[in-house]
């Protein structure tokens, strides 16, 4: 990335949310026995994402690939909130 | 007063013939003389024209029989205050005597909301003024042209617009005919849109949505929801360390840790 390139969409604020950023994320699944580095931990946390991304786009028939969809930071931010919503009704 | 006495009152209001010029400075003079048979004279005489004026005021929020009354006491006024050595016919004088008096009756009864009565003289200027420049010119005056005119900002123009709005109860019934051609009863509150309230089809969506997510989340695998729940800062009950293998003590902890590096 070229130096003092930024992004059109900016990152997801999701340690503003308090949630932990990759390598804490990595460190702490280590820590649990789960060997993993902080880009495993990316890949899995927008793996996940992507499989939360596929059904929206065809409830709603938005004609976008969930792989994109998935890496958007609005996106994100709009499913963490979301998503917490979910686990505060019910543990899943 | 009833349809039936409004119409004897123009009745009689028609046998009065009109006066001459020439009956008009007679009857004067001898107003100023104390005369109270010429001044009841001068009056009757012009019932007619107050009649008149006060029908130009209709439908603008109050009583035809109150505009006409108002007109009269104006008329009365312009009776009392005629000067037949300036050489006007008395009509000429007691118009605008008879329209200030009509005027300030709407400005003071016809809406809920009193306005200034300057502010509704200024309004009527306005109309005045968009009506003469639409005969003469084929086109509507803009705001800035009709300020410009009346010696006025466009600010206070649009302010005196903007409050001149007649007021309605929320509570107001609104007949319409149904299907079978009867009429039924709505209130106005039935019928306004409240903009405010939440767009239906985004409600349907949002639903739609947090049901495809929670869908999606029990396929996710047990590797990626922990994951997903330590990103989003998920947390649950510290006593609960089961399910969930992060709690909010653990991610303080790491923070203070992260900070230190």
């Known amino acids: ?92 | 007063m009833s349809q039936t006495s409004i119409s004897a009152y123009f009745h009689d209001v028609g046998k009065h013939n009109l006066l001459t010029k020439a009956e008009e400075v007679k009857l004067a003079i001898a107003i100023q003389n104390g005369s109270e048979a010429a001044r009841a004279k001068m009056i009757q005489s012009n019932l007619r024209l107050a009649v008149s004026i006060a029908k130009k005021y209709q439908n603008r929020g109050c009583d035809l029989e109150d505009l006409i009354q108002e007109a009269n006491v104006g008329l009365m006024k312009a009776v009392t205050r005629f000067d037949h050595t300036l050489g006007f016919k008395f009509s000429t004088y007691a118009c605008w005597w008879i329209k200030q008096t009509v005027r300030r009756h709407i400005t003071s009864h016809s809406t809920t909301i009193r306005m200034p009565s300057h502010a509704k003289d200024k309004l009527w200027k306005i109309k005045g003024v968009r009506k003469e420049y639409e005969e003469e010119f084929g086109v509507l005056p803009t705001m800035e042209e009709v300020a410009d005119i009346l010696g006025t900002t466009v600010e206070t123009l649009r302010s005196i617009e903007s409050c001149s709005g007649s007021t309605v109860s929320i509570d107001k019934s609104i007949r319409f005919k149904n299907s079978s051609g009867g009429s039924e009863g709505r209130k106005l509150a039935d019928i306004i849109p409240d903009d405010e309230a939440p767009d239906i089809d985004a409600v349907i969506d949002r639903v739609k949505i947090k049901e495809a997510i929670r869908e999606a989340l029990g396929n996710l695998s047990s590797r990626e929801e922990k994951i997903v729940r330590m990103r989003f800062g998920i947390v649950e009950d510290d006593k609960n360390h089961e399910k969930f293998p992060i709690t909010t003590k653990e991610i303080r902890a790491l923070k203070a840790e992260a900070k230190k590096r």
């Open chain 1, 1 to 92: 990335m070229p130096k003092g390139f930024k992004t059109k969409n900016g990152y997801a604020t999701a340690v503003d949310r308090g949630g932990l950023n990759y390598r804490q994320i990595a460190e702490k699944m280590n820590a649990a026995g789960i060997k993993m580095n902080h880009s495993t931990a990316r890949n899995v946390f927008l793996s996940a994402l992507k499989k939360i991304a596929t059904p929206i786009c065809e409830t709603l028939s938005v004609d976008q690939d969930p792989d994109d969809l998935s890496r958007n930071p609005d996106f994100q931010s709009s499913i963490a909130q979301i998503v917490a919503d979910i686990y505060s009704e019910q543990d899943i």
